[in-house]
């Protein structure tokens, strides 16, 4: 079974910045797709980036589009979301999601097409 494992988050100031890391395993890693969702209580789970199997794809969201870095060590089974430019809208739990998506060179932000998930990492983002 996938497990998936987010780290990182955090109270910060508006205007900082934070890297959260997803951290995989029981799969072949190289042949998974990862995205990065968040979700603030009573509102929709919200994807944000998504990235393919070899990092060659990414995608974002128009709310995160500049200020979002999602990429992956395939090395260490490491996925990341570095943020900048933080602002309260971004308060949420962000959680890590995984597909298994081998020599598919897109990806996407629909919560449906991701069977595993993390448990997710609290982001505050408060002055």
């Known amino acids: 079974q996938v497990q998936l494992v987010e780290s990182g988050g955090g109270l910060v100031q508006p205007g900082g910045s934070l890297r959260l890391s997803c951290a995989a395993s029981?799969?072949?890693?190289?042949?998974?797709?990862f995205a990065w969702f968040r979700q603030v209580p009573g509102k929709e789970r919200e994807g944000i980036a998504c990235?393919?199997?070899?990092?060659?794809?990414?995608l974002y969201s128009d709310s995160v589009k500049g200020r979002f870095t999602i990429s992956r060590d395939n090395a260490k089974n490491l996925v990341y979301l570095q943020m900048i430019g933080l602002t309260p809208e971004d308060t949420a739990v962000y959680y890590c999601?995984?597909?298994?998506?081998?020599?598919?060179?897109?990806?996407?932000?629909?919560?449906?097409?991701?069977?595993?998930w993390g448990q997710g990492t609290q982001v505050t983002v408060s002055s």
């Open positions: 029981e799969l072949t890693f190289e042949y998974y797709a």
């Open positions: 999601a995984a597909d298994w998506a081998y020599g598919v060179g897109w990806c996407t932000n629909n919560a449906l097409k991701f069977p595993d």
């Open positions: 990235i393919t199997d070899k990092g060659a794809f990414t």
